[in-house]
């Protein structure tokens, strides 16, 4: 089977069995259109189920009368994980996208519609993942091997879209495919539950798929270590992903490796490859009319005159720009903000700007478009003419789900507004998260030099000189990174290998939706979080190289911005008896 094009193939099944209606918990509407389900019963329509279920992985459906998500419920989670993070502001203006401006603050509410559009795409992934078993259990011509899968694949997603509600929202519904009342309460912890599929299909999906972009078994291990992760399961999580590390194989069948290029993981051309543990596919000029390729992140280029011409919402946070200088090759999570990274903040695109001279991480310039440097195959950033509004978001660009200048019409659609419709898969799990997250668990146990060892496996491919951007024949900043020595101070002792570990999956996740969910398991969000918000906010750090006005009164509470507020809409529709069943959680 060829490379599955995910929304172009749904879309030939949306609107039969599968409900798109925004009903009642999203999943209890008669859909339009519907078929005899006889016409599914058997395993080509299960298959074509099965592709509607992996579809929604992208945040997005247009079809069949439908049209949901998009930005507000990326995969990526961008701004969920990225901007409420610290890794980056909205960027752009005040006036464009306001609903992201409270999410950025911490003063959300329940009526925002981001986090309705959210709620109804992962619970659509999930109404569709137990569709495929419904129909399964009526169909006579699929053999035990391929039932087997095809459930394995079914509540791999199930796990998956419940898993992504459970980090938003904490207390929420959990649907499988026996539910016939779909107006349940959302009182009970779902871990146990999202352990459940993602084991079942760590034990029963195959290595070898018949199609990239299909989880396998170690995607599943992969996504089930995280699940026990999230829960400080770290013991049993490391069982797991030693299983992944060690013997772990793409869908097809090749040993998982980082690639010898850290940028190659963010590059159209080089996708699905050995550092590739689950993607969301992403394809363009298929015929589609764009609706296959990176529909969440068509805000997230320069604002004009470059890549995407269009719409400047992501632009990294002085703070994370910081977190790359390096002394004697090395991060240092304390003092890092210390000296401020030099920018063009405050200055015109024709006012003289000489980069920073100091020595940084080169995964900074993958991470982060700034002025001088170059961008890609653009050219140098030039600043000013790429944003919207320096003094309001920020003197940065977003470069990591940027494509290249060689690419455009090729690797971005040209059915769409802008070219900001890209191929550019957005890799959910990579195998440096695998490696940081063991790293993580070998801290938890007490094996601190295994841990110094897995995060000098992920920092050595950041040291690869053929993997620095390069102004001409030079490197284009001052790049010094170095591993971290037998008996390294920062390994000496579980708090300090603690913060060196989580530190290095800020500096090689930067931008990849991960940081605030990362925060939130670990128990420090709100003072990591509010030390941010002082810092970006230029309350004791008043330059204007770093000051977002904004954010000067932003404040991150605890017990409660942990969370995000449920959906008004969804718990106005969850009522019984005249009472709702869904609960909004504390302080909402």
């Keep these: 089977m060829k490379k599955i094009t995910f929304k172009l193939f749904a879309l030939l099944v949306a609107g039969t069995v599968i409900s798109l209606s925004c009903g009642k918990g999203f999943l209890e509407k008669t859909p339009k259109g519907s078929l005899d389900v006889n016409a599914l019963s058997n395993k ?62 911490f003063t959300p509410t329940a009526t925002n519609d981001y986090f309705n559009q959210k709620w109804a795409i992962v619970y659509e992934g999930i109404s569709r993942s137990n569709s495929v078993l419904k129909i399964m259990a009526l169909a006579t011509d699929i053999s035990a091997a391929d039932q087997t899968r095809i459930e394995g694949e079914a509540r791999f997603l199930r796990g998956h879209y419940h898993f992504e509600a459970k980090k938003m929202w904490n207390k929420v519904p959990y649907y499988d495919e026996t539910v016939t009342d779909y107006n349940l309460p959302n009182d009970a912890d779902i871990w146990p539950k999202i352990e459940e599929d993602l084991k079942f299909a760590y034990d029963n999906l195959p290595v070898t798929m018949n199609a990239k972009g299909r989880a396998n078994k170690y995607a599943a291990g992969a996504l089930y270590a995280k699940a ?71 805000l997230n280029f320069p604002y004009t005159g470059g890549p995407g011409t269009c719409c400047g919402f992501f632009q990294p946070s002085q703070d994370l720009v910081n977190s790359f200088k390096t002394t004697a090759g090395l991060p240092d999570p304390d003092t890092y903000n210390d000296v401020i990274v030099t920018n063009d903040a405050g200055l015109t695109s024709t006012q003289p700007f000489t980069p920073y001279a100091g020595t940084l991480d080169p995964r900074l310039d993958w991470t982060v478009g700034r002025r001088g440097i170059p961008f890609l195959d653009w050219g140098k950033h ?31 659609d040209i059915n769409f507004w802008t070219s900001g419709i890209t191929a550019n898969n957005y890799t959910l799990i990579r195998f440096a998260d695998v490696i940081l997250w063991l790293a993580e668990a070998e801290v938890e146990v007490g094996s601190l030099d295994k841990a110094r060892q897995l995060v000098n496996v992920v920092r050595a491919r ?127």
């Design 382 to 412: 030039p600043g000013n003419n790429w944003i919207r509004d320096q003094a309001y978001g920020g003197p940065y660009s977003a470069i990591k789900n940027t494509y290249y200048k060689a690419q455009e019409k090729v690797k971005t």
């Design 44 to 105: 080509k329509g299960v298959e074509a189920l099965l592709i509607g279920a992996y579809s929604v992985l992208d945040g997005f459906i247009n079809g069949g009368g439908i049209f949901l998500g998009g930005w507000q419920s990326s995969g990526t989670n961008w701004v969920y994980g990225s901007i409420n993070g610290g890794d980056a502001h909205k960027g752009t203006d005040a006036g464009d996208q306001p609903d992201i401006n409270p999410i950025e603050a």
């Design 462 to 588: 950041a040291a690869n000189p053929a993997g620095f951007v390069m102004d001409g024949a030079v490197p284009a900043a001052n790049y010094v990174i170095s591993l971290y020595p037998v008996a390294a101070p920062q390994f000496a002792t579980q708090a300090e290998a603690r913060k060196a570990v989580r530190f290095e999956r800020k500096l090689e996740l930067g931008m990849e939706g991960h940081r605030f969910f990362d925060l939130v398991r670990w128990g420090i969000a709100a003072t990591e979080i509010n030390r941010i918000l002082d810092y970006n906010g230029g309350v004791s750090h008043p330059s204007i190289n770093n000051k977002r006005t904004y954010l000067a009164a932003a404040n991150f509470t605890a017990g409660k911005n942990e969370y995000f507020p449920i959906p008004q809409s969804q718990i106005d529709r969850s009522t019984t008896g005249g009472a709702s069943v869904l609960k909004q959680n504390p302080g909402y």
């Design 228 to 298: 026990l992760m999230f829960q400080g399961k770290y013991a049993l999580a490391k069982t797991v992903l030693d299983d992944v590390y060690t013997n772990g194989k793409n869908a097809q069948g090749v040993a998982y490796k980082l690639q010898d290029k850290y940028s190659d993981n963010f590059n159209a051309d080089t996708k699905n490859s050995t550092e590739s543990v689950f993607a969301v596919q992403y394809s363009v000029n298929d015929g589609s009319a764009a609706d296959n390729g990176g529909w969440g992140e068509v």
